[in-house]
């Protein structure tokens, strides 16, 4: 026992209370030294009276602890020092309690009643503290003590303490689970908590004890998404986790009414000509036939959720990005699906683990939604450090994402692979030969022959595996393939792999009709080595000389039996087996049964080419991101991901009661109704989503508008709840409207629907928030374009009534642009101010009459491009005029609006280089060298969009900063109108049918139902001409999209009932899907 002191002060043990404790070398033999006083220091100054040797001996002890050291035996000395009023030591005291007071539970009972007067400590650490020891001391018998404790807590005025308090809800539930009607009404209670610091856990403890219980979740859901963007990180995944499964059974399937772009485009084609065979007969079948072709409008909800995860795709945290991806893929239509590709691929740059959990999403994700990741293929090349199992998913990865147009550059890589010294990794490379040569016909004979030349490799399992891949590429297509099976048959001498050699037994004996000569000698070599052979070669020994036998028997008669008589007697049972099976099938006896008249067709029956299919096919029926996805195989505790409803549940259940601080509104309430423009523009849009009301979305628009300007919308789903935000934009600059134009419009107000009125002012509440914002959401820039012109038009001159209503309706329904007299808008002296401040700049000099009378003059719809807050005082605002550019026909004009709002000039405005998708190009603005602070201009630019909707991406630079902005056009924007006569219209339309003609009905509301109205929104929406038609009910439009000069023909056929059928035929079927979305969009508000 006196060796082991003097050793512990050899080793620079801790002798005193000042000197810092060394940790001991393991390997050594310190460890197994018994010094049974070698913490006597420590426990001496937690005895004294002084506090500062008790906080050095907690800070040593916790820092014991940290090291992974057993400091178990102190729990005496430290659980006396709980009542220490210092509390720092109190802290500490706490820290290693919850490490050993489970391990300990006799001692921590003995001070039971310290841990409850320390949850009435006025200081919340001491409180939180006190809660977690309690919770850690796992005997049943302080249930309904913990229980009352947690009940205490749930109350605090500390968020901290709640927060811990929601800790403890699954360790009472794992020690008691008979407590779980208790506990929910405490996760309730939390869960109504308004604070971010609770958010996370309370949902924790729901996954945990309730998941089931998703009607506690209905009243909270809009505040968890507006929450949401504040949440620690790891509450962000465990809450958006949570919402995708919600989201999975409250609202449905955005991809269920995708007309065209469906993956089985000929089964919704077909259905819409049904639909269509079916809607002559009568009206009543008609408006029984419109709910199944009723289209796909997006719960508001719905989109709350997937508009406030979108910039947490920039998280810092890996998981956070996952968990994002995730609900995007599960829940978002296939337009928006796009977003979360150039996240996963920043991942990418990350440490090997997190490489792997993404890859395996994006291998799952890429089989499904290939175009995603194919802008992206470069991205999962492989790099020579990667590790294997990196490697094989990435090679995954790239074989997914191969198609005609990419598959050379694919195959060069794959070349390259082959050469790696990782053998893993070449088989797999093999592997992806194959099925890069299965999935894409006009490559398989290279692959072909690539697989051939690996045959003379020095290595044998490349070899190996190249014949196991070209014997299933063979089985395609065989009867070409002669040259190969010979070739093959020759390597028998040479590859010792037994697969391998199995794989070319096989060949020769299914074809060798097409070896008659080398087929019989193949079968003499391989019965001379017949004993030497593995057990799976032995078996296709047996196989071929069957086949042989039935084949060319006169040659291969004895050899057969020398074969069957070998395997007769072979140690394997499976071997011996198939030999007596295969003789009495084969060979004609006496006693031979029926089958044996059939042996030919059992031997010889033609095969199935097999087919070669992604590991990861089936893999997304499990969530993504979950440890079962990633092993393939169902998790314990891991919950299903539910299937879509097939009819949507009531919404009002999210519905939450007005809260007591949205009363003090009312008065803002009042003075907005009595504005005019607010007040016209709510009558038309109806009721408007609750969820842009809530309250909670005003800090996180905040930063969501932040955090997205610069990134285009990839989608071109209609946007409800983004409308109302952006209306405003387009409202506020016309608020100082005439005293005369107010009163017009507040008698239309009243006699519109009440509830458009009552949401689309509590919508306003949350504007503010989001001015910043740079996305141009496409419906919501229509719907400025069907505010603004109206107002323009009404400016006229007070000359007669009649004589204005007339020209309204002309300038809209004007079928023609040729008359040269008509003069397109009203003299620039009656247009109001801020009117003549947004059309400053428009240049109708060289097309005057074109742009003005085919269609609203959309350029009074301003979007804001950079806040004057971002622009450091430059406000920067864009509008789309409609008119031709000058310098390139197949460019889309828009006006950009500078003013500088800050004290000093801004110097060198110019654009910087932009970064632009392929086929994306932009005729930049010529440099303003200098704005005064006050002063506007306005220059026009210049931007081909391809006749895509993704957005341009550039930069506005200064002469000492620079701004990164976007500009992404609404598809109504990216064609031209052209005038047609009605017979070139219908010649024109019947060359545009099939595949290029979307259908879709739709009820017209009340207000839209004259000609002014429908002709108005529909020019609003798309920039096309008016075609005459001989009909009363029906409506036809013509342009042309910019870049390509492809015709977009729209047809409205309006019964007066109220149903509709809307046509667009173009050769270009996204925009014509998209555009079709629009236009029901607009006319069903």
């Known amino acids: 026992m006196s060796a082991a002191p003097a050793y512990n002060e050899d080793k620079g043990g ?513 019965a001379k080595s017949f004993t030497a052979e593995e057990d799976i070669v032995k078996l296709q020994v047996i196989n071929l000389a069957a086949k042989l036998y039935l084949t060319n028997s006169k040659q291969t008669k004895l050899l057969t039996q020398y074969v069957l008589s070998l395997a007769k007697y072979d140690q394997n049972y499976d071997i011996r087996d198939r030999a007596r099976f295969t003789r009495q099938l084969i060979v004609p006896s006496e006693q031979g049964g029926a089958l044996s008249r059939h042996a030919k067709k059992l031997f010889l029956a033609p095969k199935p080419a097999p087919v070669l299919e992604s590991s990861f096919k089936d893999r997304d029926h499990f969530q993504l991101g979950s440890l079962s996805h990633l092993l393939n195989a169902k998790a314990t505790g891991y919950q299903e991901l539910p299937d879509w409803p097939e009819e949507a549940p009531d919404p009002s259940v999210r519905n939450v009661e007005v809260p007591e601080w949205t009363k003090c509104s009312n008065r803002e309430k009042r003075k907005e109704k009595e504005k005019p423009f607010y007040s016209d523009s709510e009558g038309e849009s109806g009721p408007t989503e609750s969820a842009d009301s809530d309250p909670e979305s005003e800090s996180e628009s905040e930063s969501k508008s932040s955090s997205e300007s610069g990134s285009g919308e990839s989608s071109s789903e209609s946007d409800n709840e983004d409308q109302d935000e952006d209306e405003e934009k387009g409202r506020s600059s016309e608020s100082e409207q005439s005293e005369e134009e107010g009163k017009k419009k507040k008698m239309k107000k009243k006699k519109k629907v009440p509830e458009g009125q009552e949401g689309g002012s509590s919508s306003d509440e949350g504007s503010d928030s989001s001015n910043s914002s740079s996305e141009s959401e496409m419906t919501s820039e229509t719907e400025e374009e069907q505010v603004e012109p109206a107002s323009w038009r009404k400016k006229t001159p007070p000359s007669s009534k009649s004589a204005s209503a007339t020209k309204e309706v002309s300038l809209l329904d004007l079928e023609d642009f040729t008359p040269p007299s008509i003069q397109p808008v009203s003299p620039p002296t009656v247009v109001s101010t801020s009117l003549a401040a947004d059309l400053e700049g428009l240049t109708l000099t060289d097309s005057p009459l074109v742009p003005s009378l085919l269609s609203p003059v959309s350029g009074a719809g301003r979007q804001e491009l950079l806040h004057r807050v971002a622009g450091e005082g430059l406000a920067v605002d864009y509008t789309f005029s409609r008119q031709p550019f000058s310098g390139d026909p197949h460019m889309v004009s828009v006006h950009i609006h500078f003013s500088n709002s800050s004290d000093t000039p801004i110097k060198g405005l110019h654009m910087g280089t932009p970064k632009l998708p392929p086929g994306i190009s932009i005729q930049e603005f010529p440099e303003i060298e200098s704005l005064a602070p006050g002063e506007s201009a306005t220059v026009v630019m210049g931007i081909n969009f391809c006749d895509s909707t993704q957005a341009a991406n550039f930069q506005l630079c200064t002469q000492t900063r620079q701004f990164y902005v976007s500009i992404q056009p609404p598809v109504g924007e990216l064609m031209a109108p052209v005038f047609l006569s009605e017979n070139e219209f219908k010649k024109e339309q019947a060359k545009l049918t099939g595949m290029n003609e979307i259908t879709e009905k739709l009820t017209l509301p009340d207000t839209c139902r004259s000609d002014h109205v429908v002709v108005q929104k529909v020019t609003a929406t798309a920039n096309l001409g008016r075609v005459p038609c001989g009909t009363s009910d029906e409506y036809r439009f013509a342009g042309r999209t910019l870049t390509s000069g492809s015709l977009v023909l729209l047809t409205l056929d309006a019964r007066p009932t109220g149903a509709a059928q809307l046509t667009v035929n173009s050769e270009k079927m996204v925009i014509g899907t998209m555009l079709v979305k629009d236009v029901v969009q607009a006319l069903t508000q």
Not at 53 to 82: H, T, W, Y
Not at 100 to 114: H, K, M, P, R, V
Not at 361 to 384: D, H, Q, W
Not at 460 to 482: D, N, Y
């Open 14 to 526: 801790s002798t005193g209370p000042g000197e810092p404790e060394y940790g001991h070398d393991p390997a050594s033999g310190g460890i197994f030294s018994s010094d049974y006083k070698r913490h006597d220091d420590l426990k001496a100054m937690l005895d004294t009276n002084k506090d500062s040797l008790k906080l050095e001996a907690m800070k040593r002890i916790v820092a014991m602890i940290a090291r992974g050291k057993n400091a178990s035996d102190l729990f005496p000395a430290v659980v006396k020092n709980v009542a220490c009023k210092n509390i720092e030591v109190k802290k500490l005291v706490y820290v290693y309690l919850v490490r050993y007071a489970e391990e300990q539970q006799d001692l921590a009972l003995l001070s039971i009643s310290t841990f409850q007067r320390g949850l009435k400590d006025p200081n919340q650490l001491i409180r939180a503290s006190a809660l977690r020891v309690l919770s850690s001391i796992r005997v049943p018998i302080i249930v309904p003590i913990m229980m009352l404790a947690i009940k205490e807590a749930a109350s605090d005025m500390s968020p901290y303490v709640r927060k811990t308090a929601a800790h403890a809800i699954p360790k009472l539930y794992s020690l008691d689970s008979d407590q779980k009607d208790q506990l929910i009404e405490v996760i309730e209670k939390l869960l109504a908590d308004k604070t971010t610091l609770v958010a996370g856990s309370v949902v924790m403890a729901f996954e945990e004890v309730c998941p089931e219980r998703i009607d506690l979740i209905h009243k909270n859901y809009r505040k968890l998404c507006n929450l949401l963007i504040d949440v620690e990180e790891w509450g962000q995944v465990v809450i958006i986790s949570m919402l995708t499964r919600y989201a999975r059974t409250q609202f449905l399937s955005p991809t269920q009414n995708e007309s065209l772009l469906e993956e089985n485009p000929e089964k919704a084609f077909y259905g819409s000509e049904e639909d269509e065979a079916k809607g002559p007969g009568s009206e009543e079948a008609a408006s029984t036939a419109l709910p199944a072709r009723k289209p796909y409008v997006m719960d508001p909800d719905h989109r709350l959720l997937l508009r406030n995860t979108k910039p947490l795709l920039q998280s810092r945290s890996a998981a956070v990005v996952m968990a994002v991806a995730q609900l995007y893929f599960h829940l978002a239509p296939k337009a928006e699906v796009g977003v979360i590709a150039k996240a996963l691929v920043r991942l990418l740059r990350s440490h090997s683990e997190v490489q792997y959990v993404v890859l395996q999403n994006v291998a799952t994700m890429s089989i499904k939604r290939r175009g995603m990741f194919e802008p992206y293929l470069k991205s999962f090349y492989i790099r020579s450090t990667d590790p294997t199992q990196i490697k094989i998913l990435k090679l995954e990865v790239l074989t997914n994402l191969a198609n005609e147009t990419n598959i050379p550059t694919v195959l060069r890589e794959f070349q390259t692979y082959i050469r790696s010294m990782d053998k893993d990794f070449v088989a797999a490379t093999i592997q992806a030969i194959g099925r890069c040569a299965t999935n894409i016909g006009r490559v398989r004979d290279t692959c072909l022959n690539g697989l051939v030349q690996l045959l003379s490799n020095r290595d044998e399992l490349v070899v190996a595996e190249s014949v196991v891949v070209i014997k299933k590429l063979l089985q395609m297509q065989p009867a070409q393939h002669g040259e190969i099976i010979k070739h093959l048959a020759k390597l028998t001498d040479n590859i010792q792999v037994p697969m391998a050699r199995a794989s070319i037994l096989w060949l020769i004996g299914e074809y060798c009709e097409h070896v008659p000569r080398i087929a019989p000698d193949v079968l003499r070599k391989m």
